[in-house]
């Protein structure tokens, strides 16, 4: 159910950019997942076809690209990539970690038809 609402929200954000550029249609939609979000990019695209339904955006191919986690430690320094369930830094083993990105979903681009 968590899906849904981010795919109205960024539909939302989608229809307002095809808008603003006098777009008949959007073509592709590029994301981003975080690691943390625990979503199923497979259920992004469906709820998004659900929701987009009847719009501009309902033929818009969507692009899910899942990132890594990545931490930074305070006590060496290093930045690198973690296990979701292990952000202990790689180099010192470090448990107190920042973690550096989150549970989001992230609009890169979003490509308009004419």
Same mark, same amino acid.
């Given at each position: 159910?968590?899906?849904?609402?981010? %795919? /109205? &929200?960024l539909l !939302? /954000?989608?229809?307002? *950019?095809? /808008? #603003?550029?006098? +777009? +008949?249609?959007? !073509?592709?939609?590029r994301l981003?997942?975080?690691?943390? &979000?625990r979503?199923?990019p497979?259920? *992004?695209?469906?709820d998004f076809?659900?929701? !987009?339904? &009847?719009?501009?955006?309902? @033929?818009?191919?969507?692009? *899910?690209e899942?990132?890594?986690?990545?931490?930074?430690?305070p006590? %060496?320094?290093m930045?690198?990539?973690?296990?979701?369930?292990d952000?202990? %830094?790689?180099?010192?083993? #470090?448990? @107190?970690? /920042?973690?550096? #990105?989150?549970? &989001?979903?992230?609009l890169? #681009?979003?490509e308009?038809?004419?």
């Open positions: 159910m968590h899906e849904i609402s981010l %795919c /109205r &929200g !939302a /954000r989608v229809l307002e *950019i095809a /808008r #603003n550029h006098d +777009a +008949a249609a959007v !073509a592709t939609i981003q997942l975080d690691p943390l &979000g979503m199923d497979q259920h *992004i695209i469906e076809a659900h929701v !987009a339904h &009847g719009t501009p955006a309902q @033929d818009a191919l969507l692009e *899910i899942t990132v890594a986690l990545r931490v930074h430690c006590a %060496c320094g930045e690198s990539d973690a296990a979701p369930d952000p202990s %830094c790689r180099r010192c083993g #470090n448990g @107190d970690t /920042r973690i550096l #990105n989150g549970a &989001g979903l992230v890169l #681009n979003v308009l038809a004419p």
